[in-house]
């Protein structure tokens, strides 16, 4: 089990930057272990995958965010971020850490991010 913490978020403008971030606390793993990754969930809509890394620092990512966001972990320091470039109001959400081992998913507390003139 892991208790994952995140920061970052808030309200920008289209074409604005974010940086979001993710920590592991009162981890039972070693964080270089965990399939990382990041979800975001729209109002009425259901969560959908954004991007993920694995400890070997492969990368995925949805279309919609591809060449706008970009997401990359520091093993050393149990975090994993997620950099928003060229925001679109589609892209506000709430946006979930995961940390996966095994097929057992672990959440952070979501963060909000709105992107409005």
């Known amino acids: 089990q892991v208790q994952l913490e995140q920061s970052g978020g808030g309200l920008v403008q289209p074409g604005d930057s974010l940086r979001l971030s993710c920590t592991t606390t009162?981890?039972?793993?070693?964080?270089?272990?965990?399939?990382m990754g990041w979800y975001r969930q729209a109002p009425g809509k259901q969560r959908e995958f954004v991007a993920d890394?694995?400890?070997?620092?492969?990368?995925n990512y949805a279309d919609s965010v591809k060449g706008r966001f970009t997401i990359s972990r520091d093993n050393a320091k149990n975090t994993v971020d997620l950099q928003m470039n060229s925001l679109k109001p589609e892209d506000t959400a709430t946006y979930f850490c995961?940390?996966?081992?095994?097929?057992?998913?672990?959440w952070g507390q979501g963060t909000q991010v709105t992107v409005s003139s």
């Open positions: 009162k981890s039972t793993l070693t964080f270089s272990l965990y399939h």
């Open positions: 890394i694995g400890n070997g620092d492969n990368t």
């Open positions: 995961n940390a996966r081992f095994l097929n057992h998913d672990n």
